[in-house]
């Protein structure tokens, strides 16, 4: 992993890295559109045309708007959904919310085997990507 560019958009911090960005959303927040919109700007400035996966750690509880994951459809070069917690209350909500995009989507309960996964699902998109130009 290289430099990290960090942003707190009021309610919940983004980590970007070279191949995926972490987002962890603050205790109590309500996840909506508007935070989806900024939310967008960060990917677009940093993983414009190149395969990126999106990683939730899920350490506060917090309600999500399911409708802000349409925002995820139109995104192409997102190609992984990770969500990384320990709780199981979590990890049910984190199933539920699944069923909202069409990426590859796993749990876990650590950022380690959560990079692994990810680079492992970007190595295999980048892959497909070559192989039709």
């Known amino acids: 992993m290289g430099i990290f560019h960090y942003y707190d958009i ?11 960005l ?3 959303v603050k205790e ?17 400035k ?3 045309n190149k395969n990126f996966a999106f990683i939730s750690n899920r350490v506060a509880s917090y309600t999500v708007n399911p409708l802000v994951y349409n925002a995820a459809k139109e995104i192409p070069n997102l190609v992984a959904f990770a969500v990384i917690s320990t709780d199981e209350k979590m990890r049910e909500t984190s199933r539920f919310e699944n069923k909202f995009h069409n990426k590859p989507f796993e749990l ?13 699902i970007i190595k295999q998109e980048d892959e ?5 130009l």
């Not at 009021?10 to 995926?20: L, P, S």
């Not at 497909?128 to 039709?132: H, L, M, P, T, V």
């Open 28 to 44: 109590g927040a309500f996840i909506s559109d508007d935070e989806t919109e900024l939310f967008v700007e960060i990917i677009e």
């Open 22 to 24: 972490i987002k962890q």
């Open 108 to 120: 876990f309960e650590n950022l380690s085997d959560t990079i692994l996964w990810t680079s492992k």
């Open 10 to 20: 009021g309610n919940a911090e983004i980590y970007v890295f070279d191949d995926f």
């Open 128 to 132: 497909k990507k070559s192989e039709i």
């Open 46 to 48: 940093h993983f414009m």
